[in-house]
């Protein structure tokens, strides 16, 4: 994915942790990046400085802006975005809670960081994952406007964060250019400069749609279908967050592997592990002759499928295989595919080489 990106232009880079610098600089070297993680050891800021020369930092305590000039030897040569807190309404998945820097204590950060530095000082925000209210963002820069003229400063950065969606079951969004407007807005109304840069952090937005896992049924009870792979695998956001993939059935393997239609009813699943949190409630609507041995292709599964995968009780061996037919959905082209909540669109048969899990990466 980072290869892709690179070869499409992209040479920035938000990352949280050295493990991922690192990655970033073995496959975009030269690269931009922005250490966005508002926690960070002082070994990390350390080598993400010396090491990586990586320039901006986020934070939102002062603890956390005192521990960053600390561990790179007092330097003013860093960009320090302030990670504000706002209140969102629209997203599926709220991320308010951990991070950001509330109103009230914000003035005084944002005037810490303007003085601690002779480069960029910026602010940052999330509305949430998979937001699906444009005006989110809009609403957002309005409530970190309040806290800037509080301070007294100007932000050579704002940046809007993430939360960009995608397209699921039952969960259509707005096209993306009504996203990028209200952020426009948002920002033609914020005390900046002429100067003043517009970032942005897409994820899943951008790799939603490039990856896919084909699991096989191990064994159907009811309406309860055990596959070989589960939460500990590639299917964390269908179990904890009840996310609803799309799915479509595959039977049979090689060149005799073809998508089987038909009557629809509702299933459950179940992963490989001995945990029975192991659960994905769905439901996942397929075909009602299901049977053991059959695959199931669970799409749309790009944005952490492959990165929250573990092998928790030995399991989670999987298969990467590059195909190139279009995703099940898209939020992207001159024409939206969408998906109904019950089916999916028939896309080009893959082969199934061998009866295991695997993950289909889509270019």
Known sequence: MIETLVQNGVTRF?????????????????????FMHPVKSRRAISEAYFDYGVRTFALDTHEELAKILDATGGARDLNLIVRMAVDAEGANFSLSGKFGVSSFEAPSLLLAARQATTELMGVSFHVGSQCMRPTAYQAAMAQVSRSLIRAGVFADVVDVGGGFPSIYPGMIPPDMD???????????????????????????????????????VELRKGDALYLNDGSYGSLFDAAHVKWPFPVKLYRGEGAA????????????????????????????YLPADI?????????????????????????????????????????????????????????NVVRLSRPKGRKRRRK
Do not use: Q
Not at 262 to 274: D, N, S
Not at 298 to 315: C, D, H, K, P
Not at 321 to 338: C, H, I, K, Q, T
């Open 257 to 284: 592997a073809h998508e089987v239609e038909g009557e629809l009813k509702p299933y459950r699943f179940y992963g490989p592990t001995c945990d029975s949190l192991d659960h994905m409630p769905g439901p996942f």
């Open 291 to 347: 049977e053991e041995g059959d695959f199931v292709e669970i799409g749309m599964l790009g944005a952490y499928g492959v990165a929250m995968s573990t092998r928790f009780n030995g399991f989670g061996e999987t298969e990467m295989v590059e195909v190139n037919d279009a995703p099940m959905a898209s939020m992207f082209g001159l024409a939206r595919r969408s998906i109904p909540a019950a089916k999916a669109p028939a896309s």
């Open 14 to 34: 938000d990352v949280a942790s050295i493990p991922e610098i690192a990655l970033v600089a073995k496959y975009a070297p030269g690269s931009r990046m922005a």
């Open 178 to 216: 009504d996203y990028l407007a209200a952020i426009e807005r948002g920002f033609n109304e914020m005390p900046v400069s002429e100067t003043t840069e517009l970032w942005c952090e897409p994820g899943r937005a951008l790799v939603a749609e490039s990856t896919s896992l084909l699991a096989r």
